[in-house]
């Protein structure tokens, strides 16, 4: 059974900082790349952040230079560090894995979201 469990989220002022992690099971997750997604109110799920098998990344403009991404392959976690983070980052943020099988079929898997509110 593929479990895979946010943790972090919370109130914060502007211009604070939090810490995101994914706690992934059932998956192999050295090989899986791993994402960050967020959807704020009214708004479609978007990409915040990936990291691949390789430990390559790519982020959203709007979080760059802000957020990093990082994985532990022996802890099976990604995170999401976030600073400097301002109202518009309010959102749920989702965990994501993907990864493609021998057949060549994408293997997705989301976790159950974890809410970010910014505010002062």
């Known amino acids: 059974q593929v479990q895979l469990v946010e943790s972090g989220g919370g109130l914060v002022q502007p211009g604070g900082s939090l810490r995101l992690s994914c706690a992934a099971s059932?998956?192999?997750?050295?090989?899986?790349?791993m994402g960050w997604y967020r959807q704020a109110p009214g708004k479609q799920r978007e990409l915040v952040a990936i990291?691949?098998?390789?430990?390559?990344?790519n982020y959203a403009d709007s979080v760059k230079g802000r957020f990093t991404i990082s994985r532990d392959n022996a802890k099976n976690t990604v995170y999401l560090q976030m600073n400097s983070l301002k109202s518009e980052d309010t959102a749920v943020y989702y965990c994501?894995?993907?990864?493609?099988?021998?057949?060549?079929?994408?293997?997705?898997?989301w976790g159950q979201g974890t809410q970010v509110i910014v505010t002062s």
């Open positions: 990291i691949t098998s390789g430990a390559r990344t």
């Open positions: 059932g998956i192999i997750f050295s090989i899986s790349t």
């Open positions: 994501n894995s993907d990864r493609i099988d021998g057949l060549g079929r994408s293997l997705a898997y």
